[in-house]
């Protein structure tokens, strides 16, 4: 039934990757304009304007249907639509994959009626979290913006869902874990027992935040910008206080490396802005998929 599970979540992280595309290629900074009147409409070809018919939307197979290529005015299409259709497919069926695979979800998950709602719940807002955190970097790369649209009710949505995982956790029988999901393995056990699943968000949420606003306040702007210190609130509600540290420190380091990279490979400089969002995200990513790992590897350095 896990399988079943992973499969699904793929198959529907091709649709939510179509849709991303549809809402980062249409959005205009200039227009003051709600997500929902963005997304709305039939789509077209970008280069033509020739409305799409249904089967030259199938995510990544018309792509390779058309070779590429637009049906009507026979311009190439972008390769941003495989590859975001792609990579969400990608990384909804390895969210799926990861929570079931906590020991204790792989344990109760469809042995224990009690848990079912709840473990799907928990799936679904991590699905909800990349699926955000994919159409912000994109938004970023493409117009250096977080936009308040899409972050503000990710916020809200999150605030409601750790409330509503912390009543849970209260809730005598519901076997929901009081102190969360623990990313980084039993090395963090000694600092998530003295936080609820509640009371952790909303500390991560404000740490990470606050060392982001100085990095912003201190650099005046031109180190990171007040978008990012948003999108920290978000990791720190998604992620908690100890893995929303690690997170954002993972953030840095990626980002460093990368930067560093594209110095060497074109004409930027590092005084030069790079969208910070995008390794906002893969630090996120990174410790959802190998906090433990990574945490166990640090600590076996120094045979504890």
């Not at 540290?245 to 993972?250: C, R, S, Y």
């Amino acid at each position: 039934m896990s399988y079943l599970l992973i499969i699904f979540a793929g198959l529907l992280g091709l649709v939510v990757g179509s849709f991303i595309n549809v809402l980062t290629l249409r959005w205009n900074p200039a227009e003051d304009t709600q997500v929902i009147k963005i997304v709305r409409g039939r789509s077209h070809c970008l280069r033509c304007g020739q409305q799409l018919k249904w089967f030259e939307l199938i995510p990544i197979l018309s792509f390779i249907f058309l070779r590429g290529r637009c049906r009507y005015c026979r311009k190439k299409l972008i390769w941003q639509y495989p590859l975001v259709e792609g990579l969400t497919a990608l990384i909804f069926a390895g969210v799926t994959w990861r929570i079931l695979d906590f020991n204790f979800f792989a344990h109760y998950f469809f042995s224990d009626p009690r848990t079912n709602f709840w473990v799907v719940a928990v799936i679904l807002i991590w699905l909800f979290y990349a699926a955000v955190l994919i159409a912000l970097s994109i938004i970023d790369l493409r117009h250096y913006l977080l936009p308040d649209k899409i972050v503000f009710p990710a916020i809200a949505i999150s605030l409601l869902a750790n409330l509503s995982f912390y009543f849970l956790s209260l809730t005598r029988g519901s076997l929901f874990p009081v102190h969360g999901l623990n990313f980084l393995g039993p090395y963090a056990d000694v600092v998530n027992i003295h936080f609820n699943v509640l009371t952790s968000a909303l500390a991560g949420a404000f740490i990470l935040s606050i060392i982001l606003f100085l990095i912003y306040a201190f650099s005046r702007g031109k180190a990171m910008g007040f978008g990012d210190v948003k999108l920290a609130i978000l990791i720190g509600l998604m992620l908690g206080l100890g893995a929303g540290l690690i997170g954002l420190g993972l953030s840095f380091i990626i980002g460093a490396f990368v930067s560093l990279i594209i110095v060497l490979a074109t004409k930027k400089k590092l005084k030069d802005a790079v969208p910070f969002g995008p390794f906002l995200a893969l630090g996120v990513l990174a410790v959802f998929f190998f906090g433990q790992t990574l945490t166990n590897f640090y600590f076996s350095l120094f045979n504890v």
